[in-house]
């Protein structure tokens, strides 16, 4: 079969890939997007809880982990969270902010994977969908890939935008990696990010009482991260029947390690051991378990004395179990034994090395026409809504270039 001649051939139809499309159709570039699933942004539709956290107010290079976070920088800045919202605003897709600066469709993730497709559309992009690249390699000047389909495409560019691992039953693979690696670019180590921790059968028995109980929390990394300082996040935990979740859970597990411990605050800000001596200076007679229930939820306060074997009325509990409680609640030091891993995990951290890249095109250095974008790349941001505005950002820049 004879090949067909394009401009710029998309692998993967996700949201970098098609804000890429997107971009390089409305520079006239001839561009097919590529991708093996039946729909396209998948991961778009089931973001968010169905309403798509598609970007942060406060989005920067602070909130980015990787190799070199400052990478992000230059993408980031040329194309902005207000440059997408502009574009949300114009699609007519109602948005509201709903905390921490992260903003939602009102109404459904699928509007945004509408205003991808219908821009593709309009800038005379073709999307391929259920159809796998089997093959690539350079060819002259530019790339040939075989399609699972059987046809041959010849492309002056080629974008990697096939994604992480996660969730590999949404058919996630590690196809750029591979792909990154035929053409002599250096990938750094993966990992499942954004993820729940699991912990020990022994502590889960304890905890399993508390199962879907969710506290504001404050959780840091017990040790400092490799540029000082200790991450740390305030925002909800959950416990669940396999571990601790909740976003300060998720926040957190991008910058644990195997063997590392992490510290939870579980009424941030209050001064327990002092909220307990004034209850009981007030009314000995109140149980302990009821006095603590007053600064946490019922629940965690009774599992709390049982688990610190401090019981009885506060009148007979001394200020060494006190302490004991302040600790418990606001202090507590737990080991994880692990994560979920990619099958729940939101992002993969890790990915394409971002020295490998020239950071205002996302163009392999050492690979002219070949472009990487979006979570294949090690950049990989925080949770809400950090991550869409990488791929769109990254997306957009290699877009001006492809
Ligand atoms: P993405 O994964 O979106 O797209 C990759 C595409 O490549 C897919 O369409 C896939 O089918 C295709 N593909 C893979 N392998 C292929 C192959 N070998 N051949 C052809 N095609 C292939 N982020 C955020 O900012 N706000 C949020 O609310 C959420 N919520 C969220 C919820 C859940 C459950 C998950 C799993 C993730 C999120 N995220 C998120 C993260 C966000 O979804 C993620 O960072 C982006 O989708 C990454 O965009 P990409 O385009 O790089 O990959």
């Known amino acids: 079969m004879k090949p067909l001649g394009i401009d710029v051939l998309v ?16 520079r006239g570039r001839s561009v097919w997007v590529v991708d093996h699933a039946r729909a396209p942004g998948e991961k778009i539709r089931i973001s968010g809880g169905g309403r798509c956290n598609f970007t942060n107010l ?32 114009a699609a007519g897709i109602g948005w509201h902010e709903k905390t921490l600066g992260q903003l939602f469709c009102d109404d459904s993730a699928k509007q945004i994977v509408r205003m991808l497709t219908d821009g593709m559309a309009e800038a ?29 495409v010849r492309a002056r560019s080629l974008v990697l935008a096939t994604g992480g691992k996660s ?45 879907g109980l969710s506290v504001e929390a404050v959780v840091s990394s017990a040790s400092s991260s490799p540029k000082g300082g200790r991450p740390s996040f305030r925002e909800g935990l959950l416990f669940t029947h396999r571990g601790l979740s909740g976003p300060s859970i998720l926040q957190i597990s991008s910058y644990w390690r195997e063997g590392e411990a992490i510290t939870v605050a579980m009424a941030p800000g209050a001064d327990v051991f002092a909220a307990l001596k004034a209850a009981k200076a ?48 606001n202090r507590w ?17 890790g990915g394409i090395a971002t020295d490998q890249l020239d950071q ?17 790349v090690d950049v990989t941001g925080w949770l809400g809504g950090y991550n869409f505005q990488w791929a769109w950002s990254s997306g957009w820049a290699a877009g001006q270039a492809c």
């Not at 989005?59 to 980031?76: D, I, M, Q, V, Y």
């Not at 005379?124 to 041959?152: I, M, Q, Y």
């Open 167 to 211: 969730i590999p039953k949404m058919g996630a693979t590690g196809w750029a990696y591979d792909a990154a690696r035929g053409f002599g670019l250096r990938v750094t180590e993966t990992r499942p990010g954004l993820v729940p921790l699991t912990f020990e059968a022994g502590l889960l028995e304890t905890l399993a009482p508390l199962a």
């Open 11 to 26: 692998v993967g139809a996700g949201a970098a890939g098609m804000m890429c499309a997107w971009e390089a159709g409305r």
């Open 124 to 152: 005379g992009a073709t999307l391929r969908l259920g159809v796998a690249v089997e093959r690539v390699a350079r060819s002259g000047d530019g790339f040939e890939a075989a399609l699972s389909d059987g046809s041959v």
């Open 333 to 349: 030091t737990v080991k994880p034994v692990g994560s979920e891993g990619y099958r729940t995990a939101e992002v993969t951290l």
């Open 360 to 376: 205002q095109t996302m163009q392999a250095k050492a690979a002219p026409g070949l472009y990487v974008i979006g979570e294949a």
């Open 58 to 89: 406060g989005c920067g290079p602070h909130a980015f982990l990787g190799e070199n976070p400052r990478f992000a920088t230059s993408a980031l800045k040329r194309f902005t969270q207000h440059d997408f919202l502009k574009r949300v605003e």
């Open 282 to 329: 007030a009314n000995g007679k109140q149980a302990v378990h009821t006095a603590l229930g007053h600064i946490t939820p019922r629940r965690l306060a009774e599992s709390l004395c049982e688990r610190e074997g401090v019981h009885g009325k506060l009148a007979e509990v001394g200020d060494k179990a006190l302490r004991r409680l302040d600790e418990a609640v």
